[in-house]
């Protein structure tokens, strides 16, 4: 099987377009090397809400320690640096384990599963939410959940957890002004690498939404490598392809089977993630000052 073939087998975007407005990775690009499989979980959490992407602890546990027993070892994000650079080759059973928003969920449910397998794992922080509710996202059912502080951060840095940037406040980066991106980003990497004393050089994209312009942003203001979600990849690495793990996920995400159908799903159920914003646009709308703009 041809590289690039396997690298879309692998991820996303095999069917259908990419959920999200038009994409950098749609122009051609000189090689398009294969990539691991790349799973973005969100929620870790016991507590249940309405929303799609919570995974209870024990189904987490039960996944990663299929994927174990199945002969999976993770990779650090340099190493996912030089497998999309063609620099290092994507040997089989090898995958990168991201989470976006930064849940303290994380902390309890997810990081010690992952230590006790050998496994690692990319966290991608809302840095103005650091040990914060997550005022920035819809209360389905009312409920909030709390982020992870940078003490927790640093702790588990200590123990082989990564950290990067998902923006300063989450917004939906193809609606906000140019400038509005270049603060986003600029500020949620210096304020990461000056809390957790390491270069920050990757981002995961606010609901996987990027075109050209943000990933140039990301370039401009330092950034080497973004992830966005349920779209396909074709060589850019700023560019690079998650599958989400959802509720109805299978027990062995991306694997397998089911992972054809896993992805048509995972591009309709990211595509409902516009509500999300269109909330807090709302939201925004209705707090500001009467007589402001
Ligand atoms: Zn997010």
């Given at each position: 099987?041809?590289?690039?073939?396997?690298?879309?087998?692998?991820?996303?975007?095999?069917?259908?377009?990419?959920?999200?407005?038009?994409?950098?990775?749609?122009?051609p690009?000189?090689?398009?090397?294969?990539?691991?499989?790349?799973?973005?979980?969100?929620?870790?959490?016991?507590?249940?809400?309405?929303?799609?992407?919570?995974?209870?602890?024990?189904?987490?546990?039960?996944?990663?320690?299929?994927?174990?027993?199945?002969?999976?070892?993770?990779?650090?994000?340099?190493?996912?640096?030089?497998?999309?650079?063609?620099e290092?080759?994507?040997?089989?059973?090898?995958?990168?384990?991201?989470?976006?928003?930064?849940?303290?969920?994380?902390?309890?449910?997810?990081?010690?599963?992952?230590?006790?397998?050998?496994?690692?794992?990319?966290?991608?922080?809302?840095?103005?939410?650091?040990?914060?509710?997550?005022?920035?996202?819809?209360?389905?059912?009312?409920?909030?959940?709390?982020?992870?502080?940078w003490?927790?951060?640093r702790?588990?840095?200590?123990?082989?957890?990564?950290?990067?940037?998902?923006?300063?406040?989450?917004?939906?980066?193809?609606?906000?002004?140019?400038?509005?991106?270049?603060?986003?980003?600029?500020r949620?990497?210096?304020?990461?690498?000056?809390?957790?004393?390491?270069?920050?050089?990757?981002?995961?994209?606010p609901?996987?939404?990027?075109?050209?312009?943000?990933?140039?942003?990301?370039?401009?203001?330092?950034?080497?490598?973004?992830?966005?979600?349920?779209?396909?990849?074709?060589?850019?690495?700023?560019?690079?392809?998650?599958?989400?793990?959802?509720?109805?996920?299978?027990?062995?995400?991306?694997?397998?089977?089911?992972?054809?159908?896993?992805?048509?799903?995972?591009?309709?159920?990211?595509?409902?993630?516009?509500?999300?914003?269109?909330?807090?646009?709302?939201?925004?709308?209705?707090?500001?000052?009467?007589?402001?703009?």
């Open positions: 099987m041809r590289d690039a073939e396997r690298g879309m087998r692998n991820n996303l975007g095999v069917e259908g377009r990419p959920p999200h407005e038009p994409v950098a990775s749609r122009i690009h000189p090689a398009s090397r294969a990539l691991p499989l790349i799973l973005c979980y969100h929620k870790v959490e016991r507590r249940r809400e309405l929303g799609v992407t919570r995974i209870a602890p024990r189904r987490f546990a039960r996944q990663i320690e299929r994927l174990a027993r199945a002969g999976w070892r993770t990779l650090s994000l340099a190493q996912m640096e030089a497998c999309a650079q063609g290092r080759p994507v040997a089989e059973r090898e995958l990168l384990i991201t989470f976006d928003d930064a849940y303290r969920g994380l902390r309890d449910h997810a990081f010690p599963v992952l230590e006790a397998h050998g496994f690692t794992g990319i966290c991608f922080v809302i840095t103005d939410y650091a040990g914060k509710l997550n005022r920035w996202d819809v209360a389905y059912g009312g409920r909030r959940f709390a982020h992870l502080a003490r927790d951060m702790r588990w840095q200590a123990r082989g957890i990564e950290f990067a940037s998902h923006t300063v406040t989450h917004p939906r980066l193809t609606w906000q002004s140019e400038h509005r991106v270049t603060v986003e980003l600029e949620s990497r210096a304020e990461l690498s000056r809390a957790l004393d390491v270069p920050v050089t990757a981002i995961s994209y609901f996987g939404a990027c075109t050209d312009r943000e990933a140039d942003i990301a370039v401009r203001t330092g950034y080497a490598i973004g992830f966005s979600l349920a779209s396909r990849w074709s060589g850019n690495l700023l560019l690079l392809p998650r599958l989400p793990v959802y509720m109805w996920s299978p027990p062995t995400p991306g694997v397998g089977m089911l992972a054809p159908l896993e992805r048509i799903g995972a591009v309709g159920a990211n595509r409902c993630a516009v509500g999300t914003t269109l909330w807090q646009r709302f939201r925004e709308s209705t707090s500001r000052q009467p007589g402001t703009t």
